[in-house]
């Protein structure tokens, strides 16, 4: 079971750090990535990371402003979001790959998925 937190509302060039923490012993070997829904559009691929936190992977729409990073004593993964903008209003999901070694941008490879996190950027 994932639980995503930390959404919530931000003017645009502000920051926010969205946690997904997991449940179980099993939670530091799976992969995790982000994706994000905004209203009439599908979902999309923003960033992932391997169980141990080598391989990383980014949209190119959130490069160098965000950061995936993971804390397996504490079963969290974060997504530091900085510099914000309007354009990052979503929905936001974490959502676990049982195959930890990889980071994929395919929303078909996870198997678990949270329940969301509403982010909204103001202009």
């Known amino acids: 079971q994932l639980q995503a937190s930390g959404g919530g509302l931000v003017q645009a060039g502000g920051s926010l750090r969205l946690s997904c923490t997991g449940s179980?012993?099993?939670?530091?070997?799976?992969?995790v990535g982000w994706f994000r829904q905004a209203p009439g559009k599908e979902r999309e691929f923003v960033a992932a990371?391997?169980?141990?936190?080598?391989?990383?992977n980014y949209a190119d729409s959130v490069k160098g402003r965000f950061t995936i990073s993971r804390d397996n004593a504490k079963n969290t993964v974060y997504l530091q979001m900085n510099s914000l903008k309007p354009e990052d209003t979503a929905v936001y999901y974490c959502?676990?790959?049982?195959?930890?070694?990889?980071?994929?941008?395919?929303?078909?490879?996870?198997?678990?998925w949270g329940q969301g996190t509403q982010v909204t950027v103001s202009s």
């Open positions: 959502a676990a790959d049982r195959w930890g070694a990889r980071s994929s941008e395919s929303a078909q490879e996870y198997y678990y």
């Open positions: 179980g012993r099993t939670f530091s070997n799976y992969a």
């Open positions: 990371v391997s169980w141990a936190g080598g391989v990383l």
